[in-house]
Nanobody, 118 residues
Framework: QVQLVESGGGLVQAGGSLRLSCAAS????????LGWFRQAPGKEREFVASIRSVGIPYYVDSVKGRFTISRDHAKNTMYMQMNSLKPEDAAVYYC????????????WGQGTQVTVSS
């Protein structure tokens, strides 16, 4: 059974940092494209960042230069370092994994809350 478990969310002041983790079980992340998405109250879920199985990262423009996605195959875990957080970054953050390097993701985590105070 595949599981993706996010952690690392919390409350931080604007300008602060958090590091999200996504621990995978039931699959080897080295074979998957991995991604982070977020959903704020009253808004649709949006793409934040992804990293292909060969390690090429992509970011939504609003987080470029502030967020860094990475993967540790030995720990079977993905991370996202979030710096210079803004109130508009507040959302539930979800990690996802997909077998193909394009298209829909196959597996999703349950989410972790990020709150940014101004």
């Amino acid at each position: 059974q595949v599981q993706l478990v996010e952690s690392g969310g919390g409350l931080v002041q604007a300008g602060g940092s958090l590091r999200l983790s996504c621990a995978a079980s039931g699959l080897r992340i080295s074979n998957y494209r991995l991604g982070w998405f977020r959903q704020a109250p009253g808004k649709e879920r949006e793409f934040v960042a992804s990293i292909r199985s060969v390690g090429i990262p992509y970011y939504v423009d609003s987080v470029k230069g502030r967020f860094t996605i990475s993967r540790d195959h030995a720990k079977n875990t993905m991370y996202m370092q979030m710096n210079s957080l803004k109130p508009e970054d507040a959302a539930v953050y979800y990690c996802a994994a997909g077998l193909s390097d394009a298209g829909a993701f196959d597996y999703w985590g349950q989410g972790t809350q990020v709150t940014v105070s101004s």
